[in-house]
C-alpha cells in the first residue's frame, strides 16, 4: 500500500462519512430525546431531490440546501405528529417515511427536471479554497479539499456532543429520553421537546440528503441515497448515542466504503456487488458486537402521556387508581 | 403550632370526574404557612387526584385553588413548581442515569438558560442540605443510590426551587423506622422555616409523627379534620375507613412441625458494586411465620430470589425439604407445593393487560384439571376464579376483565387468592399488603393467620416492622451484610429488633 493510495483512500473516506454523519446526527439528538426515527432514508431521499430542485430554481446551491432543510424539518414534524402527538408505533410511522420519500422523490424528479428534454445546469457546491493549504502533500487532501458542508458537519458534531453534555437543553433531552415523567415533573416540556428534536433530526438528514446531489455530485438519481440512512442509523448505536462516538462510528463506515470501491478495481475477478456488501455486513457486524453493551435511552421507542393515564413504565407501580 | 392567620392555600369544591367515578367530590381544605397537614385515606379516597391537581398533572372540572391570595389554574407541573408547590412523588421522578446535581438542575431555568451552570447550584446545595441534616452525594448517578437517598435528593429538589408548599406523598412507604424519624425531623425543621408541608400517607404513625392538623379523605369527600393533639388513633381510623377494622387477632396457640425449607451458607450478590448478603442460614417451619425484616435494599429481593430458584445464589444450599430432591427450579417447587408472593405485584406478579381468570391460569397451566384434550380448559379457569373474586371480595366487573384496570388492593387480593387456591404447603410473601389500604391490610394479614393455623409454613418479608411485629412467629433481619436471627418475638423486644435493623 503506497501513500498515495492511503491519502486518496483518507480522503474519500471523508466525503463518504459527511451524508451519513449529518443524518446519524440528527437521529442521535432525536432517539436521545426518546423518538426513533427509521425513516431518515427517505426523508434523505426528499432532501436530496428538493436541493436539486431548489437550485435549479434560485439558481444557487445555498437555495437548493436551505429547501432541503425545511422540507426535512416539516418531514420530521410529520413523523412527530405521528409519534409524539397521536402515539403511533414508531417504527410503523418510520417505515411509512421511508416508502413515502423514495415515492415522492422519484416521482417530483420525473415530473420536473427528468422530464425536461435538454440536460438541466444544476447550481452545485464548490469545494472551499484554502489557497496554498490544499497542496501541502499529504494533509491537503485530506484535510484542505473539500466542501464547506464536510467542515459544517464535523463541527456541529462537536457542537452537538457539547450541547447534549453541557447545556441546559441538553440536560433536559437526555431526561426526556431517560425518564420523562421525571423531566415532565421537574417542569421540563417532554412533547414539545421531543418534537422539536425530530424535526430537528429531519432536518439534519435532509441536509445529508442535499450534500449527495448538490455537492458530492450534481443532480439526483432515483434512490440514490441507497441505504445510508440505514448506516445511519447503526452509526448511532454504535457510537453510543454520543455525538464523538457516532462520528467516529461513521467515520469507520466512511472509510470502508471508500476501500470497497478501491478494492472493486483492485480484484476486477470478483464480482463487484461482494464489495458493495461489505459496508453493510460490517454495520451488522458492528451491531452484533456492540449490542449487549450499549444502552438506548431507557425511554426510546415509548410515548408520553402527560398525567395520570399514562401506561408507560414508570407508571406499572402506581398502586392507587384513583 | 402557627397562629392562624390568612391561609397560604385553600381549595374550595374541588371536584374531579374520570369515567365511572368521581375521584374528588366537593374537597375544601386550607394550609397556613408552617403548617404540617397530614392527609389521611384510604387507597382510591382520592389522595393522589388531589396532589395531582395541585401539582398541575391534571385539571379540576369544578373548583377553585387559591395559593397566597391569587386563584390559580395548573395546566402542567411547571405552572405549580413556578407558582411555589414542591411535589415529592410516591415513586421516585427522578432520571436515574443522571447525578443528583443534574436532576435537581433539570427544568430550572436558572441553571439550564443556555449553558448548564452547576457550580453555584451545588454550593446552594450544600448549603441547604447541611443546614437541614440531610446527607446527599450529589454527583453519583441517582439510581445507584438507595432509596432513602433517593427520597431525600427528591425532597432537595423540590426545596431547591425554594417552594412555599411542600406535598410528601406517602414518603414512609418506603422508609425504615430509623429513616423515616429522619424525614419527621427535617419536615419540622422546614416547618420552622415557614414552609407548609402536605404530608400524604395511609400510615396513623406518620400523622402522629410529623403533623399538625389532619383532614381524612374517603370516597373523594372530606370526611373529617382536626388538630392532631384533638384527634385518637380510633377516631382516625373510623373516619378512614367509615367503619371500625379489628386488629388481627394472634391465637396463642398454633403448633409448630417439620422443616419445610432449610437455607445452608447461602451468599447472594445484590445492588450495584457487588455487595453481598452472607453465610445466610435458617429453617422455615410448617405452621409458622418466619419473618424476614430490614430496610430496603438489603439483599432480601436477591435472598427471595435464590429460595425461590428465580435466580443463581452466589453459593451455598437450600433445601426445600416437601418438594423432590435435585429439581429446584419455580415450576417444580410450585407443582409441589409452594405459593409465591412476589414483591414487585406488577412486574412479576401478574400481566396487567390479561383477564383475572387468565392470571389466576397462569400459575396452574400445568394442573390436569385445567386442562381439556390438551388444551386449556378456560371454563374450568373463569370458575375457579369467579368463586375466588366472592371469596375474597375483590372489586372487579368479572372474570373476565383486565386485571390491570383493578385498584391495586384488589389486585394484590387475587394474586393472593390464586396463590392460596393451590392450597400450598409453602407460602413465601414479600411485602404482601405494601402500599394497601387498613381494610385490606387487615384482611391479607387474616388469611396468612388463617394459613399458618392451617400448618402452612409462612416466609414473610416486609419492611413493616409493625406488622411483622404482630404477626410472625420468629423474625430475622437483614442488614450490614448479614442476617441476624431468627430469633423468636416472644423472647424479643421491638427495639431489639429496631436496632438491628439499623445495621448495629
Not at chain 1, 271 to 281: C, E, L, N, S
Not at chain 2, 139 to 165: F, H
Not at chain 2, 194 to 213: E, K, P, Q, T, Y
Request: net charge neutral.
Amino acid at each position: 500500500m503506497d501513500w498515495i493510495f492511503l491519502i486518496g483512500l483518507l480522503a474519500s473516506a471523508v466525503r463518504f462519512t459527511t451524508p451519513v454523519l449529518y443524518a446519524a446526527l440528527g437521529e442521535t439528538v432525536t432517539q436521545r430525546a426518546g423518538v426513533l426515527n427509521v425513516g431518515i432514508e427517505g426523508i434523505m431521499l426528499v432532501g436530496a431531490f428538493l436541493a436539486v430542485l431548489g437550485a435549479v430554481a434560485t439558481g444557487s446551491p445555498w437555495g437548493g440546501l436551505f429547501i432541503a432543510i425545511g422540507a426535512g424539518a416539516i418531514l420530521g414534524a410529520l413523523h412527530a405528529f405521528f409519534c409524539v402527538i397521536l402515539k403511533v408505533d414508531q417504527i410503523v410511522s418510520g417505515i411509512g417515511l421511508i416508502v413515502l420519500g423514495l415515492g415522492l422523490s422519484g416521482f417530483g424528479y420525473r415530473v420536473t427536471i427528468g422530464s425536461s428534454s435538454q440536460l438541466t445546469a444544476v447550481p452545485t457546491f464548490e469545494r472551499v479554497d484554502f489557497g496554498p493549504l490544499t497542496g501541502v502533500p499529504g494533509l491537503g487532501p485530506i484535510v484542505f479539499d473539500h466542501h464547506l458542508l464536510v467542515y459544517m458537519a464535523l463541527g456541529l458534531a462537536l457542537a452537538l456532543g457539547w450541547a447534549l453534555k453541557r447545556s441546559g437543553l441538553g440536560l433536559s433531552i437526555r431526561a426526556a429520553g431517560e425518564a420523562p415523567e421525571a423531566a415532565d415533573a421537574a417542569g421540563v416540556e417532554v412533547n414539545r421537546l421531543r418534537f422539536l428534536c425530530t424535526m430537528f433530526g429531519g432536518a439534519l438528514a435532509a441536509m445529508g440528503g442535499a450534500y449527495l446531489s448538490i455537492a458530492a455530485l450534481s443532480g439526483f438519481v432515483e434512490n440514490m441515497v441507497a441505504g445510508r440512512g440505514f448506516i445511519a442509523i447503526a452509526c448511532v448505536v454504535f457510537g453510543r448515542w454520543n455525538p464523538l462516538g457516532v462520528m467516529a462510528a461513521v467515520f469507520f463506515f466512511g472509510l470502508a466504503e471508500a476501500l470497497q470501491i478501491r478494492l472493486q478495481t483492485a480484484a476486477p475477478d470478483i464480482p463487484y456487488q461482494f464489495f458493495v456488501m461489505i459496508p453493510y455486513a460490517l454495520a451488522i457486524l458492528a451491531l452484533v458486537l456492540v449490542a449487549g453493551r450499549a444502552k438506548a435511552p431507557s425511554a426510546l421507542r415509548i410515548p408520553f402521556i402527560t398525567g395520570r393515564h399514562a401506561r408507560s413504565r414508570a407508571h406499572r407501580h402506581k398502586e392507587d387508581t384513583l | 403550632m402557627p397562629a392562624m392567620t390568612a391561609p397560604i392555600l385553600s381549595l374550595t369544591g374541588i371536584t374531579k370526574r374520570y369515567p365511572g367515578v368521581v375521584a374528588n367530590d366537593g374537597v375544601s381544605l386550607s394550609l397556613q404557612a408552617g403548617e404540617v397537614l397530614g392527609l389521611l385515606g384510604e387507597n382510591g379516597a382520592g389522595k393522589s387526584t388531589l396532589m395531582n391537581i395541585l401539582s398541575g398533572l391534571a385539571t379540576p372540572d369544578e373548583g377553585e385553588i387559591v395559593l397566597g391570595g391569587a386563584t390559580m389554574r395548573f395546566h402542567a407541573p411547571k405552572d405549580a413548581l413556578e407558582a411555589g408547590i414542591g411535589m415529592v412523588h410516591q415513586h421516585f421522578r427522578l432520571v436515574p442515569t443522571l447525578s443528583a446535581l443534574e436532576n435537581i438542575a433539570l427544568g430550572d431555568p436558572r441553571h439550564t438558560r443556555g449553558r448548564l451552570r452547576l457550580r453555584p447550584l451545588k454550593a446552594r446545595l450544600e448549603a441547604l442540605a447541611s443546614e437541614l441534616n440531610l446527607s446527599v452525594p450529589l454527583d453519583t448517578p441517582v439510581g445507584a443510590l438507595d432509596i432513602g437517598s433517593q427520597q431525600r435528593i427528591e425532597i432537595l429538589k423540590a426545596l431547591a426551587r425554594e417552594p412555599r408548599i411542600l406535598i410528601l406523598d406517602e414518603p414512609t412507604a418506603v422508609l425504615a423506622e430509623d429513616e423515616r424519624d429522619g424525614l419527621f425531623r427535617v419536615v419540622k425543621r422546614l416547618a420552622a422555616r415557614r414552609v407548609a408541608v402536605i404530608l400524604i400517607s395511609h400510615r396513623l404513625d406518620d400523622v402522629f409523627g410529623a403533623c399538625d392538623r389532619a383532614v381524612v379523605l374517603r370516597q373523594g369527600r372530606v370526611a373529617g379534620e382536626g388538630r392532631v393533639a384533638d384527634l385518637s388513633r380510633e377516631a382516625l381510623v373510623r373516619l378512614m375507613v367509615g367503619g371500625d377494622v379489628a386488629a388481627p387477632s394472634r391465637s396463642a396457640e398454633h403448633a409448630i412441625g417439620a422443616p419445610l425449607i432449610e437455607v445452608e451458607n447461602l451468599t447472594v450478590r445484590f445492588g450495584r458494586g457487588d455487595r453481598r448478603l452472607e453465610d445466610v442460614g435458617f429453617t422455615l417451619r410448617a405452621g409458622e411465620i418466619l419473618g424476614l425484616a430490614g430496610v430496603e435494599g438489603n439483599g432480601q429481593h436477591e435472598l427471595i430470589d435464590a429460595i425461590t430458584g428465580l435466580a443463581e445464589p452466589a453459593s451455598g444450599r437450600v433445601k426445600h425439604l416437601y418438594a423432590r430432591p435435585g429439581d429446584a427450579r419455580l415450576s417444580a417447587l410450585r407443582a409441589a407445593g409452594l405459593a409465591f408472593v412476589p414483591e414487585d405485584r406488577h412486574a412479576r406478579a401478574m400481566v396487567p393487560a390479561l383477564s383475572l381468570s387468565d392470571n389466576v391460569l397462569l400459575t396452574r397451566l400445568r394442573e390436569p384439571a385445567f386442562r381439556r384434550h390438551g388444551l386449556v380448559d378456560r371454563r374450568a379457569a373463569l370458575a375457579l376464579t369467579t368463586s375466588l373474586i366472592e371469596r375474597f371480595n375483590i372489586m372487579a366487573p368479572g372474570a373476565g376483565a383486565p386485571i390491570g384496570t383493578l385498584s391495586g388492593g384488589n389486585q394484590q387480593k387475587l394474586v393472593l387468592a390464586r396463590e392460596l387456591s393451590t392450597e400450598p404447603r409453602v407460602l413465601i410473601a414479600a411485602q404482601p399488603t405494601r402500599g394497601l389500604d387498613v381494610r385490606t391490610v387487615a384482611f391479607v394479614q387474616e388469611r396468612l393467620l388463617e394459613r399458618r393455623d392451617a400448618g402452612v409454613g409462612i416466609l414473610l418479608v416486609s419492611s413493616d416492622l409493625a406488622e411483622l411485629w404482630a404477626l410472625a412467629d420468629r423474625i430475622m433481619v437483614v442488614a450490614n451484610g448479614r442476617l441476624k436471627g431468627p430469633i423468636a418475638v416472644a423472647e424479643s423486644s421491638f427495639a431489639e429488633i429496631g436496632h438491628w435493623m439499623s445495621g448495629s
